[in-house]
């Protein structure tokens, strides 16, 4: 039993993993890509889908390296591992990092984007908006001998953290942000230089299938791709709603994912079926031990035919107590 359980385990944990993996390089599509630009950061706004996604570097990185052999060179993302590493830290792996050129201003933005499955700081062990402050001086501070050499500060890159948190209520659809604010608490001195250099914006979507849809168009998109509708279905609002063109990678994708959580939610339907046999079994065991010791039968008698030990001082305990 031991060991059908760890495999369970381990086959479930697999399946996880590479549910996540697959979320991570369907976010990294560049058409997905674009969309996230144009509706959450907004030096890009005003531009059409076209020109960000021309904008968008070939050098889109994914902290995971694919667990579908042939999928990842297709022309679309690399994977590989994107880490910082300072002497005496530990490494960070960001999800996805790429680069975006804003051809109108001539400004290149550094950017990175995480899907992060909880925002609950119970669940996560610390406040994820701490978290989101620090990736943001990392990627700033990753800068100097790269992007920047001496004491060029002024050459410093932008960058944006794009955090996507899946685990809001039904009315919990927003967008924030997170930045640097200049304020003059003295005199009439006045300047906003620097204050753009670094941004995190948090995309808040909803668990769930059956919601409304969102007020907003990027919300609304991400809860259909991350959601459990079928894959035909999912296909079908990209290109119609959307106006993605279906990629033969962006389709495996799409259909990988639905697969995975198919078969994650058939092994919790089955391991919670057979959680409730074996639950059912030891209520009877422990009902056949009480009645025998109620007849008189001894410990000894009671562990000979084939109860344990744990399971005769569970009964005795109980029924010392009155249960």
């Given amino acids: 039993m031991a060991e059908?359980?760890?495999?369970?385990?381990?086959?479930?944990?697999?399946?996880?993993?590479?549910?996540?993996?697959?979320?991570?390089?369907?976010?990294?599509?560049?058409?997905?890509?674009?969309?996230?630009?144009k509706y959450a950061v907004k030096e890009f706004q005003d531009m059409e889908i076209q020109e960000i996604m021309e904008s968008i570097?070939?050098?889109?990185?994914?902290?995971?390296?694919p667990v579908d052999a042939g999928l990842s060179n297709l022309g679309r993302v690399m994977g590989g591992e994107t880490e910082d590493s300072v002497p005496g830290e530990g490494k960070i792996f960001y999800d996805i990092r790429f680069t975006a050129y804003h051809k109108k201003s001539e400004i290149k933005f550094l950017i990175n984007i995480e899907a992060q499955k909880s925002s609950d700081a119970g669940k996560l062990g610390y406040h994820l908006e701490n978290r989101i402050i620090f990736y943001l001086a990392r990627m700033i501070s990753a800068q100097k001998q790269t992007?920047?050499?001496?004491?060029?500060f002024d050459n410093i890159k932008r960058v944006r953290s794009i955090w996507i948190c899946?685990?809001?209520?039904?009315?919990?659809?927003?967008?924030?942000?997170?930045?640097?604010e200049r304020k003059t608490v003295f005199?009439?001195?006045?300047?906003?230089?620097?204050?753009?250099l670094m941004k995190a914006v948090i995309i808040n979507i909803r668990e769930g299938d059956n919601l409304k849809d969102s007020g907003n168009t990027l919300i609304s998109m991400l809860e259909k791709v991350l959601s459990g509708m079928a894959a035909e279905e999912k296909r079908r609002i990209l290109e119609e709603d959307y106006?993605?063109?279906?990629?033969?990678?962006l389709?495996?994708?799409?259909?990988?994912?639905?697969?995975?959580?198919e078969n994650i939610e058939?092994?919790?339907?089955?391991?919670?079926?057979e959680k409730g046999v074996e639950r059912g079994r030891r209520e009877e065991r422990i009902k056949a031990i009480e009645n025998m010791i109620k007849i008189g039968i001894v410990k000894e008698q009671i562990i000979s035919c084939g109860y344990t030990e744990e399971e005769f001082a569970e009964v005795e305990e109980m029924l010392l107590a009155g249960v």
Avoid at 187 to 196: F, I, L, Q, V
Avoid at 243 to 248: A, K, L, Q, V
């Fill in 147 to 152: 992007e920047f050499y001496h004491s060029d």
């Fill in 166 to 180: 899946m685990d809001n209520e039904e009315d919990g659809d927003s967008i924030e942000e997170i930045g640097l």
């Fill in 251 to 261: 389709e495996e994708r799409i259909q990988l994912m639905c697969n995975l959580s």
């Fill in 57 to 65: 570097g070939n050098d889109i990185e994914i902290g995971t390296k």
């Fill in 187 to 196: 005199g009439n001195k006045e300047s906003a230089d620097g204050t753009d």
């Fill in 243 to 249: 106006g993605m063109i279906m990629t033969t990678e």
């Fill in 4 to 37: 059908t359980n760890l495999a369970q385990a381990v086959e479930a944990a697999s399946d996880a993993s590479r549910y996540d993996t697959n979320v991570k390089y369907i976010l990294a599509d560049k058409q997905i890509l674009t969309r996230i630009l």
């Fill in 266 to 273: 058939a092994k919790g339907i089955r391991k919670g079926m």
